[in-house]
T-cell receptor, first 115, second 113 residues
Framework: DADVTQTPRNRITKTGKRIMLECSQT?????MYWYRQDPGLGLRLIYY???????NKGEISDGYSVSRQAQAKFSLSLESAIPNQTALYFC??????????????FGQGTRLTVV | GQQLNQSPQSMFIQEGEDVSMNCTSS?????WLWYKQDPGEGPVLLIA?????ELTSNGRLTAQFGITRKDSFLNISASIPSDVGIYFC?????????????FGKGTLLTVNP
């Protein structure tokens, strides 16, 4: 079983619809992240959370919101999806106990298409 | 914010050839990470570097943390078809306790059998 699990793996939704992407992890890490990947643009950070009570905006948070329901769960919501939010979305985790050794571990991704 | 410039953007090579790609930063990094993303999958950590000048190997992969702490390179020797994928460099975005990663835009590697 994957340590970082994202659901769904693929989703097609209509413009204006609300959609939630979910992430759960069994690694016991305190830090969780949501990234977006577009061709040629690499991975861009949407939101991150260093613990259950800590939520921070990343570089491209507009149009997104998140919820850290538990240490192991971090969900990403698109309140009103638009076509330019079509992308590959990744959840990641890391362990603050490793100090500056901030390796992130990624889920398998959710491919979202907004039509 | 900090930016990572990764080059080349893409490479097309023959099986058996060696590959080199690099990453430069506009500011000093204390950690350099190299990830590989297989098609349809999430990025997987290949090599982590923590000290300036450090040279680390993982099988046919070798990565170095530049002396200036503003660059790093990744070499792949004797490439094979399964080396195909996107390679990303990454590093912590800022000092203090805000350890979040900034990623380069990736190098797409194609290996022709």
């Amino acid at each position: 079983d994957a340590d970082v699990t994202q659901t769904p793996r693929n989703r097609i939704t209509k413009t204006g619809k609300r959609i939630m992407l979910e992430c759960s992890q069994t690694k016991g890490h305190d830090r969780m992240y949501w990234y977006r990947q577009d061709p040629g643009l690499g991975l861009r950070l949407i939101y991150y959370s260093f613990d259950v009570k800590d939520i921070n905006k990343g570089e491209i948070s507009d149009g997104y919101s998140v919820s850290r329901q538990a240490q192991a769960k971090f969900s990403l919501s698109l309140e009103s999806a638009i076509p330019n939010q079509t992308a590959l979305y990744f959840c990641a985790t890391s362990d603050s106990g490793r100090g500056v050794n901030t390796e992130a571990f990624f889920g398998q991704g959710t491919r979202l298409t907004v039509v | 914010g900090q930016q990572l410039n990764q080059s080349p953007q893409s490479m097309f090579i023959q099986e058996g050839e060696d590959v080199s790609m690099n990453c430069t930063s506009s500011s000093i990094f204390n950690t350099w990470l190299w990830y590989k993303q297989d098609p349809g999958e999430g990025p997987v950590l290949l090599i982590a570097l923590y000290k300036a000048g450090e040279l680390t190997s993982n099988g046919r992969l070798t990565a170095q943390f530049g002396i200036t702490r503003k660059d790093s390179f990744l070499n792949i020797s004797a490439s094979i078809p399964s080396d195909v994928g996107i390679y990303f460099c990454a590093g912590p975005s800022s000092g203090g306790s805000n350890y979040k990663l900034t990623f380069g835009k990736g190098t797409l590697l194609t290996v022709n059998p």
